[in-house]
């Protein structure tokens, strides 16, 4: 049986700060699917992610990135946004004097408003977050705290999970999520993500390490050196990777 | 140029004190011809005087300003609700180009031998309360356009609030400029005077109703005795056209609190001129101010925090929004005199540019003749973060709601200051109002 392809992604080739990051990038995501992409420092894996999330400054040169069979290059990041793309962010930004509740609230309403939900109002919008907060063992205090601000690396993270459950994506890009977690928190982040695991949501676990994917086990695992991916299998891969390191990677196919 | 404007003040003089001034107290009288022979000398400052170095008064020196025509029966109720604070409970006094209009006022009744009203009708009485406090810390000796004003001011708020007398309710003085066919030029003066231990909370709110050439130069003295606490907002949003040369002046006794909230949103050319005096040990002083300039706007602020005797506590925070080709000075001075030990004084001045053109000249200062001392000071010039921008939107916010998140963030860190909520509420709004005009569409 094999579901509907909601990312496609041909040849892709970017550039962010003038550099040639992503060269020729094949991906192919099916509804229900959890991929990892692993890989060494500088191969292309944020550049990924934020081409997909629409970051300004990455450009694509050349390839072609289909959504639900839509153009994703076309659209603004907002826009992917509401049609249920969501980066967590490997640094999630801080920013002052904005309520990490009001924040959520706007979020939560333009998505829901583009899905043709009605609005949520301050207390069904403060109950919903109530249940989301539990599922990352938030305390409701973060929620009167400016984003981000102050927070702890683990909070923060745990802040990008709870968005990515209020927001209900379709596609979630986690890069990077186990980065900065101790032990606790990583248990924490990943029943969290996983609790958001369903037959039509997908998620690509971009990672360095293998530790993430005992917790968030994937469907695929793909292995991205020199801007292309180079090597793809199922979830023994990663345990191949953690045992040899990727310098065979980066003696072959990393070169370029 | 100057000896021209000198002269059309001057010639001005010679009528104003035959007609308007003719029923002067000689107290004021000897203070007005103190005020013009002081004018006559040396005309408006020239950007040679260091403290004009990054503001040009030049076009203003040219402009035979003429002193505005009573307007006030041209106006209707409806007009200064759509441009007040309708909404929270204020005693409001309005002034329509420098003349009080009883009819747009509202009063409340204030209790406790509370004296409040306009400086016209006091100036007659035989026991006038201003004699002595009008001109003695806007003293015409002192500059060019403090000069003008006592020379030529003819209306304005005085308050004065008896020792242990708290006024809950903020009083709020509208000073509206209705601009003429010509150029015109109205004198707002405000003076509190604050008794030992008492509190008030005072908004001078300059407007204009219409476009039109208009300079607005205002002057408030506010004298704090022991104790006392005044919380002061003074916030420009007049016209495009408009000039404003402001001058506020401030006296604190022992272990009193003076707290300002500047706010510049309107004016071609705005230049705010604060000088507070801790002039008792243990005074607190505490200056905010906020500015939004965009087109070719013009707004200088320039401080000085006067630290006199001992233990005196100052904290300064100016921040600013800066589009087009607009250009933003501030320039902020801190004094500590020798025995003002145990001071404690910071200052802040943070920018934003939206533009490649905007431009800003931020110049904080200390001078320190005191050893044991903590001062501070910093600035800094910023654009609107984008990676905060692409994280809102990352988040399915829209780009102009993620611009106007950011920036009203960054406003309220000054609003956030503002005692009274109602105020604040409403100052918020203004301000995510003018900062939305800048530029709606983006990057």
Wanted: charged residues 25%.
């Amino acid at each position: 049986m094999s579901s509907e392809i909601l990312l496609q992604v041909e040849g892709l080739c970017a550039r962010a700060a003038g550099n040639e990051i992503l060269r020729g990038l094949d991906l192919t995501v099916r509804a229900g699917e959890v991929h990892a992409v692993m890989g060494p420092n500088g191969s292309g894996k944020s550049t990924l992610a934020n081409v997909l999330a629409g970051r300004p400054g990455v450009e694509v040169t050349a390839g072609k990135v289909l959504y639900r069979g839509r153009n994703l290059v076309e659209m603004a990041p907002e826009e992917r946004a509401r049609e249920g793309i969501f980066l967590a962010f490997q640094y999630p930004v801080e920013i002052p004097g904005v309520t990490n509740l009001y924040f959520l609230k706007a979020a939560a309403n333009a998505v829901r408003k583009h899905r043709g939900l009605e609005e949520l109002d301050a207390m069904d919008f403060l109950s919903l977050a109530r249940r989301k907060m539990k599922l990352v063992e938030m305390d409701e205090k973060m929620m009167s705290r400016a984003i981000n601000e102050g927070f702890s690396g683990g909070e923060k993270k745990r802040n990008e999970v709870l968005q990515m459950a209020i927001l209900e994506p379709v596609l979630s890009i986690l890069d990077e999520t186990d980065s900065g977690l101790d032990i606790d928190a990583l248990g924490i982040v990943s029943r969290g993500v996983n609790s958001l695991r369903s037959a039509e949501r997908s998620m690509i676990v971009i990672t360095h390490y293998q530790r993430l994917l005992d917790h968030i086990v994937p469907d695929r695992v793909h292995v991205l050196a020199g801007g292309r991916i180079v090597r793809s299998g199922g979830k023994e891969l990663a345990l191949e990777l953690e045992e040899q390191g990727y310098a065979w990677i980066e003696g072959g196919a990393g070169a370029a | 140029m100057t000896r021209d404007a000198r002269e059309h003040y001057v010639a001005g003089f010679g009528q104003f004190a035959e007609r308007e001034a003719a029923g002067d107290p000689p107290w004021l009288h000897a203070l007005r011809k103190q005020a013009i022979a002081r004018f006559a000398e040396t005309g408006f400052p020239t950007r040679d005087d260091e403290a004009w170095r990054y503001t040009n008064l030049g076009p203003i020196a040219r402009t035979p300003f003429e002193i505005a025509a009573p307007a006030s029966a041209v106006i209707g109720r409806a007009d200064l609700e759509r441009l007040s604070f309708p909404v929270f409970a204020c005693s409001v006094f309005v002034f329509v180009n420098g003349r009080f209009a009883p009819s747009l006022s509202a009063p409340r009744a204030l209790a406790g031998g509370i004296q409040i009203g306009n400086l016209a009708a006091a100036l007659p009485s035989p026991l006038c309360p201003l004699e002595g406090h009008l001109g003695s810390l806007a003293r015409p000796d002192e500059g060019a356009l403090v000069a003008l004003n006592t020379a030529f001011f003819t209306d304005g708020v005085m308050l004065h609030v008896p020792a242990g007398v708290e006024i809950e309710t903020p009083i709020h003085v509208v000073y509206l400029s209705v601009p003429g066919e010509r150029a015109t030029i109205s004198y707002p003066r405000t003076l509190v005077v604050a008794g030992r231990g008492s509190r008030a909370t005072v908004v001078e709110d300059f407007v204009s109703l219409g476009g039109g050439v208009a300079f607005t130069n205002a002057v408030c003295e506010i004298a704090l005795a022991e104790g006392s606490a005044v919380e002061h907002v003074s916030l420009q949003r007049e016209h495009e056209d408009a000039a404003h040369l402001g001058a506020i002046r401030v006296r604190q006794a022992r272990d009193s609190r003076y707290k300002a909230h500047g706010i510049s949103l309107g004016g071609r050319l705005t230049r705010n001129d604060v000088l507070a005096i801790l002039d008792g040990p243990g005074a607190d002083c505490e200056l905010n101010g906020f500015y939004v300039a965009s087109d070719a706007q013009h707004v200088d602020n320039h401080t000085t925090i006067d630290h006199a005797r001992p233990q005196g506590t100052s904290r300064e925070f100016y921040k600013g929004v800066l589009d087009d080709r607009a250009r933003g000075v501030f320039s902020g001075k801190v004094i500590v005199r020798p025995g003002a030990q145990k001071t404690s004084a910071q200052q802040t001045n943070k920018n934003l540019l939206l533009s490649a053109d905007a431009e800003i000249d931020s110049k904080p200062q200390l001078e320190i003749f005191a050893d044991d001392v903590r001062c501070s000071h910093g600035s800094s010039i910023g654009q609107l973060d984008e990676d905060a921008l692409f994280y809102l939107r990352a988040r399915g916010i829209d780009l102009a709601t993620a611009r106007s998140l950011l920036m009203r963030a960054f406003s309220a860190e000054i609003t956030a200051r503002i005692g009274i909520g109602a105020l604040r509420e409403r100052i918020d709004e203004l301000l995510l109002a003018r900062m939305l005009r800048t530029r709606a569409e983006a990057a």
